[in-house]
């Protein structure tokens, strides 16, 4: 696999440790800036999630992705 498609592999697997994390934290959390971390948190990591999600299908689409 080229590096870069392991690179977008990897972001993904680092969005799902942040989604992980930022729902851990919100249940876990003892006051309100907690929750205004956790929620940047998730809602960053749904971000970088679509970008890198619609960058591999560029890839596929033009072949490149292996």
Same mark, same amino acid.
């Given at each position: 696999?080229?590096?870069?498609?392991? !690179?977008?592999?990897?972001?993904? +697997?680092?969005?799902?440790?942040?989604?992980? #994390?930022?729902? /851990?934290?919100? !249940?876990?959390?003892?006051?309100? +800036?907690?929750?205004?971390?956790?929620?940047? #948190?998730?809602? /960053?990591?749904?971000?970088?999630?679509?970008?890198?999600?619609?960058?591999?299908?560029?890839?596929?689409?033009?072949?490149?992705?292996?």
């Amino acid at each position: 696999m080229k590096a870069c498609n392991k !690179n977008i592999n990897k972001t993904l +697997g680092l969005v799902e440790k942040m989604i992980e #994390l930022a729902n /851990s934290g919100d !249940n876990d959390r003892e006051d309100v +800036g907690c929750g205004i971390l956790y929620g940047i #948190l998730r809602d /960053s990591a749904y971000r970088i999630k679509r970008i890198a999600e619609e960058e591999k299908k560029i890839h596929r689409d033009k072949g490149k992705w292996d």
